[in-house]
């Protein structure tokens, strides 16, 4: 099969599809890999490294997506809408409950659709693909939010580890899920006072296991949002619905009541956000202030370190890549896990979470 990888195209993504070392794979069961020039550049991969691994580099964005199976990172963008074809795989994050636009345009150009935030699997880690990439962005709200909170970069000063004397900053993290889970174990270690709050009580029984009295972790709902929000310097959305837009749980008044220069990251803008004054910003613009609070909302925030993230996520995509590669669109009937990836299909909407979110786009 040929399949393309071109150059993402989103703000300061520097993340790519296929690493070299997964286009050697594929190479040597007999697929062709078109990589187009510079795609892997920011993520420290030289044109040369793919050439080694067997790819051929493209100079142009459309001999790359002019392929039957098309790797990315990210959603395409409107400029890349020329690009899609009737027959394609596309394989890359969708988060189409954020996106009607790109939802309606790929049910109208009859691409298959797979994306990797809903392909499942059994047992403990059931979003396979997206667990890689939410461990670093959990980690990353917590590395962001401790420099957004410095007074020279807007921020109320506060040093989230304390010093003798002086208390911690406190970290407020909303979803108990992987980015949660992940956010509270760099915030413990740099000294915070943290607060998960989540509404399974098997997984704050879990997470007890893991942390221990380090943190305090909270039953979550409306009240006790309220009584520890007001009080964050650092509030984390980490709430996950799967394929579903996040809900709203902190309201613009709750915001108001947070100290000037507090910082709040949503991980969760690239499903709409549940923060309600968060919007998406981008690498370049990363924070606003609003009622007098630091907003980060970069939907792509693990494009931040690329050489880590671009291997993390390929050891976890390669294998649904090559039974792709190898069987067609024939792996989604073969495979039901990769199946529950399909987002769009045959110009129609498919995935139950997604067609709730637009149930006048599902025929």
Known sequence: ???????????????????????????????????????????????TDYKLAGAQIVST????????LVVKVKEPLQPEYKFLQKEQLLF?????????ALTEHLIDCGVTAIAYETVEQP????????????????????????????????????????????????????GGGVVGTEAARIAVGMGAAVQILDV?????????????????????????????VSQADL???????????????????????MHPGAVIVDVAVDQGG?????????????????????????PN????????????????TLPYVLQLANLGLKAVEVNPFLAAGVNVQNHRLVHPAVQQVFPDLVS
């Open 200 to 228: 399974n009580v098997d997984r704050l029984s879990y997470l007890e296991t893991i942390f221990g009295s380090r943190v305090e972790l909270l039953y979550s709902n409306s009240a006790q949002i309220e009584a520890v």
């Open 235 to 257: 509030l984390i959305g980490a709430v996950l619905v799967p394929g579903r837009k996040a809900p709203i749980l902190v309201s613009r008044n709750l915001v108001k009541q």
């Open 301 to 316: 925030m693990p494009g931040a370190v690329p050489w880590t993230a671009t291997q993390a996520l390929n050891n976890s």
């Open 61 to 68: 964005p459309e001999a790359a997506w002019n392929r039957e």
């Open 92 to 100: 890359t994050y969708l988060h189409l409950a954020a996106d009607r």
């Open 274 to 298: 549940c923060i309600e004054t968060l919007r998406p910003t981008s690498h370049t613009n990363p924070v606003y202030v609003e009622e007098g609070v630091v907003h980060y909302g970069v």
């Open 1 to 47: 099969m040929e399949i393309g990888v071109p150059k993402e195209t989103k703000d300061q993504e520097f993340r790519v599809g296929l690493s070299p070392s997964s286009v050697r794979v594929l190479h040597e069961n007999g697929h062709a890999i078109f990589v187009e020039t510079e795609a892997g550049t920011g993520a420290g991969f030289t044109d």
């Open 123 to 174: 047992g403990n880690n059931k979003l396979p693909l997206l667990t890689p990439m939410s461990i670093i962005a959990g980690r990353l709200s917590v590395q962001f939010g401790a420099r957004f909170l410095e007074r020279q970069q807007g921020g109320r000063g506060v040093l989230l580890g304390g010093v003798p004397g002086v208390r911690p900053g406190k970290v407020v993290i909303l």
